[in-house]
């Protein structure tokens, strides 16, 4: 019970984020980008090979 107004609620957002039309404001999304270009939050590690399947909890697991 209760599901069918959380259910219609998705559908119309949904729906709104289908058929509206945005407008993107390009040269803002410019300067965001570049400017956490230089800040980037993504730093590479210090080591040489680092595994790609490392997700840093291998310690925890036992």
């Known amino acids: ?9 998705q559908t119309k957002v949904a729906r709104e ?3 509206s ?6 040269d803002a ?4 980008l570049s400017s956490n270009s230089s800040g980037s939050h993504f730093e590479e590690s210090d080591s040489e ?3 790609p399947y490392d ?3 291998d310690e925890y697991r036992r």
């Open 1 to 9: 019970m209760g599901r069918g107004r959380a259910k219609a609620k």
């Open 17 to 19: 984020l289908k058929y």
């Open 21 to 26: 039309s945005h407008e993107t404001d390009f």
């Open 29 to 32: 999304l410019q300067r965001e």
């Open 49 to 51: 090979d680092p595994d």
């Open 55 to 57: 997700d840093g909890y």
